[in-house]
């Protein structure tokens, strides 16, 4: 049986036992008049998860360790007595043979593996059946025993809200594990770099050319400083200033002077931007803005305006960025209280007296708490930068000037055919630790300021 029919079964019998369970949880309660702490479709709920959990949590270990014992299986025979030692060879005969036992209409270059292969097939097929055997015998016999359990006093609800808080706190700890497991591997790579370049080199070096490594002296050619000056300059300079005037001024229009039925639509439509991909902004942004920003440089005099300029990725990045600037300075200003704003305009003050002088002020510590989680998503940007952005690694204040980040250098050093464990691509995970950090700060920084400001008015 396939494993897709497997599935599609042990799910029909949860079905099956949330139905019958269901029914009898209905016919005993249409007996009395007493009160239950169960509703029927929570005894229905009880059986499915008892006929499903302990059949797909076997599969999911078994799924796991079936391709060793099938591998054991096969080396055991006669027919692999011939296999050459642990190693590369012996590996891709055995894939090989895997693949034929599969149906791979592509062959085999190797004899050995075509002697294997019906090997593969019935161990294979044997341990399949173990596999289903096993699964449909844990669904029968869990859902039965929860079956049983189905009585009038039997108090299914707790049982399943007990099962869902477990699966929900199993889920919160993947993703804390996962973001552990990505940190541990930034640590681990980048530790390995720190022991060929030194760390002072890296965070206070001015000069970026990994193309070119001094083998007695790595580390100068590896100073990070202009890779972050180019980042802080384009996603937290050009982009914010793009981003905060027109999301703030968007916000202060949609919750202060648009009608409802403009803001309805309206609001929808900006939102729109935060759901284009980043790869169309990276093609607006070399295809239509750089070439634009290259001849407004020309026309004002700049006769070495660059095509790759830090002004082009930094604009497009800041449009990028308005939906999320606008949408946290309207719920900043939507949750000023109403009698501060109506205590204004009682006092005798206009309507942009008051949202200069109240209203702004109110939503000041909301509204910079999303600047600040707007500028972590700008200098973690990818994209943009990869397509519109420069290589060059330099320390400049022109915006027409080419510049780069630390993300396109991450994309350079990691496409290469560099080796694994040279300093230069070993750098990439040291510029993505070092990043990580930033971001990471900035995000607790703008999550007090953002807790800060809903203290004060809820």
Not at 282 to 307: E, H, I, K, N, Q
């Given at each position: 049986m396939?494993?897709?029919?497997?599935?599609?079964?042990?799910?029909?019998?949860?079905?099956?036992?949330?139905?019958?369970?269901?029914?009898?949880?209905?016919?005993?309660?249409?007996?009395?008049?007493?009160?239950?702490?169960?509703?029927?479709?929570?005894?229905?709920?009880?059986?499915?998860?008892?006929?499903?959990?302990?059949?797909?949590?076997f599969?999911?270990?078994?799924?796991?360790?079936?391709?060793?014992?099938?591998?054991?299986?096969?080396?055991?025979?006669?027919?692999?007595?011939?296999?050459?030692?642990?190693?590369l060879?012996r590996?891709?005969?055995?894939?090989?043979?895997?693949?034929?036992?599969?149906?791979?209409?592509?062959?085999?270059?190797?004899?050995l593996?075509?002697?294997?292969?019906?090997?593969?097939?019935?161990?294979?097929?044997r341990?399949?059946?173990?596999?289903?055997?096993?699964?449909?015998?844990?669904?029968?016999?869990?859902?039965?025993?929860?079956?049983?359990?189905?009585?009038?006093?039997?108090?299914?609800?707790?049982?399943?809200?007990?099962?869902?808080?477990?699966?929900?706190?199993?889920?919160?700890?993947?993703?804390?594990?996962?973001?552990?497991?990505?940190?541990?591997?930034?640590?681990?790579?980048?530790?390995?770099?720190?022991?060929?370049?030194?760390?002072?080199?890296?965070?206070?070096?001015?000069?970026?050319?990994?193309?070119?490594?001094?083998?007695?002296?790595?580390?100068?050619?590896l100073?990070?400083?202009?890779?972050?000056?180019?980042t802080?300059?384009?996603?937290?300079?050009?982009?914010?200033?793009?981003?905060?005037?027109?999301?703030?001024?968007?916000?202060?229009?949609?919750?202060?002077?648009?009608?409802?039925?403009?803001?309805?639509?309206?609001?929808?439509?900006?939102?729109?931007?935060?759901?284009?991909?980043?790869?169309?902004?990276?093609?607006?942004?070399?295809?239509t803005?750089?070439p634009?920003?290259?001849?407004?440089?020309?026309?004002?005099?700049?006769?070495?305006?660059?095509?790759?300029?830090?002004?082009?990725?930094?604009?497009?990045?800041?449009?990028?960025?308005?939906?999320?600037?606008?949408?946290m300075a309207?719920?900043?200003?939507?949750?000023?209280?109403?009698?501060m704003?109506d205590?204004?305009?009682?006092?005798?003050?206009t309507?942009?007296?008051?949202?200069?002088?109240?209203?702004?002020?109110?939503?000041?510590?909301?509204?910079?708490?999303?600047?600040?989680l707007?500028?972590?998503?700008?200098?973690?940007?990818?994209?943009?930068?990869?397509?519109?952005?420069s290589?060059?690694?330099?320390l400049?204040?022109?915006p027409?000037?080419?510049?780069?980040?630390?993300?396109?250098?991450?994309?350079?050093?990691?496409?290469?055919?560099?080796?694994?464990?040279?300093?230069?691509?070993?750098?990439?995970?040291?510029?993505?630790?070092?990043?990580?950090?930033?971001?990471?700060?900035?995000?607790?920084?703008?999550?007090?300021?953002?807790?800060?400001?809903?203290?004060?008015?809820?």
């Amino acid at each position: 049986m396939s494993a897709l029919a497997l599935l599609f079964l042990i799910a029909a019998l949860g079905l099956i036992g949330w139905v019958v369970a269901r029914a009898r949880a209905v016919r005993f309660r249409s007996t009395t008049t007493r009160r239950f702490s169960s509703l029927p479709q929570h005894h229905g709920w009880y059986v499915a998860m008892w006929t499903l959990l302990p059949a797909l949590v076997f599969l999911a270990v078994w799924h796991s360790v079936a391709p060793a014992l099938v591998t054991d299986a096969v080396i055991a025979t006669p027919a692999a007595a011939t296999l050459p030692a642990p190693g590369l060879d012996r590996a891709a005969i055995l894939s090989e043979a895997r693949n034929l036992a599969n149906g791979d209409p592509w062959g085999a270059f190797h004899p050995l593996s075509e002697r294997l292969a019906p090997a593969y097939a019935a161990a294979q097929s044997r341990y399949d059946l173990i596999a289903t055997t096993i699964a449909l015998l844990l669904a029968f016999s869990g859902g039965a025993v929860a079956f049983l359990r189905v009585r009038p006093g039997f108090s299914a609800r707790s049982q399943v809200e007990r099962v869902v808080m477990g699966l929900l706190l199993v889920a919160s700890l993947i993703a804390i594990l996962t973001t552990i497991g990505i940190v541990a591997s930034l640590l681990v790579e980048s530790a390995r770099f720190f022991r060929i370049v030194p760390i002072t080199d890296f965070l206070f070096g001015t000069h970026w050319s990994p193309q070119v490594i001094d083998a007695r002296d790595p580390g100068a050619a590896l100073g990070a400083v202009p890779l972050f000056w180019g980042t802080f300059f384009i996603g937290a300079v050009i982009a914010m200033a793009v981003a905060v005037p027109l999301g703030l001024m968007s916000a202060i229009y949609l919750t202060q002077y648009a009608r409802q039925t403009t803001r309805r639509w309206m609001k929808p439509m900006l939102e729109i931007l935060a759901g284009v991909p980043t790869v169309v902004y990276g093609y607006f942004a070399a295809l239509t803005v750089a070439p634009a920003v290259r001849d407004l440089g020309v026309a004002l005099g700049v006769r070495w305006a660059s095509s790759e300029s830090a002004l082009a990725a930094g604009v497009v990045m800041g449009v990028m960025i308005i939906p999320f600037v606008s949408s946290m300075a309207d719920d900043s200003l939507s949750a000023v209280p109403a009698s501060m704003r109506d205590g204004s305009l009682a006092m005798g003050a206009t309507s942009s007296e008051t949202i200069r002088r109240v209203l702004v002020p109110a939503a000041l510590p909301g509204v910079v708490g999303g600047v600040l989680l707007a500028v972590s998503r700008a200098i973690g940007e990818t994209m943009i930068v990869v397509m519109a952005a420069s290589g060059v690694a330099s320390l400049t204040l022109n915006p027409f000037a080419s510049t780069t980040t630390v993300t396109k250098q991450i994309v350079d050093l990691l496409t290469g055919e560099a080796e694994f464990d040279s300093a230069k691509t070993l750098a990439a995970f040291a510029l993505g630790l070092t990043l990580f950090v930033i971001t990471l700060l900035l995000n607790v920084v703008a999550l007090i300021v953002v807790r800060r400001y809903r203290e004060a008015y809820e």
